[in-house]
């Protein structure tokens, strides 16, 4: 009977049965109701300074980047890595997938990376593993962008520049290879000090979309690339969407992200303005009409008191399981 089944093995049965019928299961008994409790209780004693999403999971690290936090919302699981050493904060820590050979399973890897400096400190561990390695990659290009960070198909892409001619372009990592791809092309190419803006999103988990806004107009622009997959060796870039919405005026802008409706084509932003006395987090919602509805989730005038940049990302309900089955970890494991 269903009832004298182990929590893993029942675990294991749900993440078998299609995302899509999971929302009826909920109804079946308390048991399997609590199997996908939310569990953002424990998540609010964690005061955030880095966020980042993948196949619908999120990693967190918190103010001070002394520990990563990996959660699932769907599942209600969360995994508390162990703290990350002294001399490894400053770090970045992005999420990608690969196809595990022995298992033929969908599998994760944590990249940590610093943002500034010597592209030589790449780390890289398994999603169950709080084992770190050293990668022998470098890349002869510099981030740009922090919060602009995308991963799609297996690949975590960001926008990086030269710092011989300082053009700005695309590079991704691959999970599988652990290694650095060629350089991508953007729909135009300028030097960083053109741009006032650019940001990444994903659209519908099938292509890559830019956010492009040059310091001489006050448009900004949105491009979505071909579909990517395996099999895509060059991107092709469409522009889709000119926005024009209110600027900033004496405020300045310390991140922007956004979403793409790409079948009711309407694009949705969220930007923090910061002025000397006061920090607001605005979110826009611009419609192909150019109809813009802004909407403010609030102001600060304390600035120590703030965590990161706001943030939007397309979240898909994911099954991923962030403990190893055997191996089920406590906080602080």
Sequence with gaps: ???????????????????????????????????FNDKRGELRRVSISQVFHCDGLLIYINKGDTMMVVWNPFMGKIRWSQHIDRDKTHYDYVLGSYQDDKSGNTSYKVL?????????????????????????????????????????KGKTYWFAFDEKDWQIYMVSFDYTTERFGSRMSLPYQFPIGSYKTVALSCVREEKLSVLLHLRDTSRKEIWVTNKIDETTQVL???????????????????????????ENRKIVCCERRMSEDE???????????????????????DFDTLESDPYLFGYVPSLVQIEHPRHKTKRGD
């Design 236 to 262: 092709s870039w469409n522009k889709v969407l000119t926005l024009d919405y209110p600027d900033l005026g004496r405020c300045f802008l310390t991140g922007l992200s956004f979403l793409f409706d790409e």
């Design 112 to 152: 940590r990376y610093m943002f500034w400096g010597s592209k030589k400190n790449l780390e890289i561990c398994e999603l169950y593993s709080s084992s770190w390695r050293i990668l022998d990659v470098t890349t002869d290009c510099t981030f740009y962008a922090e919060s602009t960070r995308a991963s799609l």
């Design 279 to 301: 920090a607001a987090d605005w979110v826009y919602i611009v419609e192909e009409d150019n109809k813009v509805t802004q909407l403010c989730f609030g102001k600060c005038n």
């Design 1 to 35: 009977m269903l009832m004298y089944l182990s929590q893993d093995l029942l675990e294991e049965i749900l993440c078998r049965v299609p995302a899509i019928s999971l929302k009826q299961l909920r109804s079946t008994c308390k048991r399997w109701n609590s199997l």
